[in-house]
């Protein structure tokens, strides 16, 4: 028997078999998250993006906590304390329905219930992390500001102290979530450098007026944050951090989950064009049988699945305690830009049709959009890949 007779069979969905890397319990979750988002996403995102709402938010939330998606990766709370590679594997398998379903459990899990469980005291963590787990409280995170963005040192926000209490005053954007959260982390100001607060949304002078007009990630919530003197207790501070360090920390934790989720945006896209390609006919055959088309293909699998071998080795180094921010960087600048130029060359084969939300392509394109600008833009990233590479500091 000849050696090539013993090897697998070749599998389209698999070329590197990269499903070899992975245990029984990390196919378990992807494949649980697979079909909540093939039941409850997939049939009614496309009316979702149209119509730019998401108006079964609260009922998504809660059935993501049913099935343990809502700060997986989190110890103890109700946290369900999955690997890192089972987290990023959810995160594909969501971003592959729609990156603003991904959205909602990146912003909940990797930024808000994250401040609280890695900064926050006891009480806030008993307080908040269970219900949010649950997915009965959302939350919110609220960083970038109006003219603040890529710099968020320059930040007007504002939090003095008022006798024991605290009082904020300033404004956020592009705050996904905002609007339907029942706790927000704002980042803010203050005589000892930049803090964190636990804000519940009732709370008087606060208020979160949702962003309309947006033409990516239509099926996602997006606010903006108003606090007007706000004045909270002084048990609402994180007690654990101060300086930039603290949201800086949680943005890395969710970048690592776009890593994954830019390439669950890239299978979709690329799945369609396989499945139209081997379809519509053109001269008399499928266009699939063209030598440019199957280039096009090819080109799309070979950085589809590198990205997602990237995604895996950067999980597993998280799950050892050895990932650092400059890789988190590394695999967000490239993932996400592959995924966009995945998305391109799907749309060029499906033709006029990759135009039709009857297909998910022009839809994951837009929404990619916003990922490549959102918790680092692609000139952030390449800074700080540079500065890691040379030792020298062009920030400044």
Known sequence: ???????????????????????????????????????????????????????????????????????????????????????????????????????????????????????????????????????????????????HGSDPASMRTYAKRDGSDWVLDGRKMWITNGSVAGVAVVWAQTEEGVRGFVVPTDTPGFSAPEIKHKWSLRASVTSELVLDDVRLPADAVLPEVVGLKGPLSCLSHARYGIVWGAMGAARSCFETAVDYAKAREQFGRPIGGFQLTQAKLADMAVELHKGILLAHHLGRRMDAGRLRPEQVSFGKLNNVREAIEICRTARTILGANGISLEYPVMRHATNLESVLTYEGTVEMHQLVLGKALTGLDAFR
């Open 1 to 147: 028997m000849s050696a090539s007779s013993k090897l697998p069979p070749f599998d389209p969905a698999d070329p590197l078999g990269i499903d070899d890397l992975l245990e029984p319990e990390d196919l378990a979750v992807r494949d649980t998250v697979r079909a909540w988002a093939g039941d409850r996403v997939l049939p009614h995102v496309a009316d979702w993006y149209e119509k730019g709402e998401l108006p079964v938010i609260r009922e998504l939330a809660k059935e993501l906590g049913g099935i343990g998606a809502l700060g997986m990766s989190l110890d103890g709370y109700g946290c369900a304390g999955a690997s890192a590679v089972q987290y990023g594997l959810a995160c594909l398998e969501l971003e592959a329905a729609d990156s603003g379903i991904r959205s909602l459990v990146s912003v909940q899990g990797s930024l808000a219930m994250y401040a609280i469980h890695r900064f926050g005291s006891e009480e806030q963590k008993q307080t908040w992390l269970p219900r949010m787990a649950a997915g009965d409280v959302i939350g919110c995170f609220g960083l970038t500001e109006p003219d």
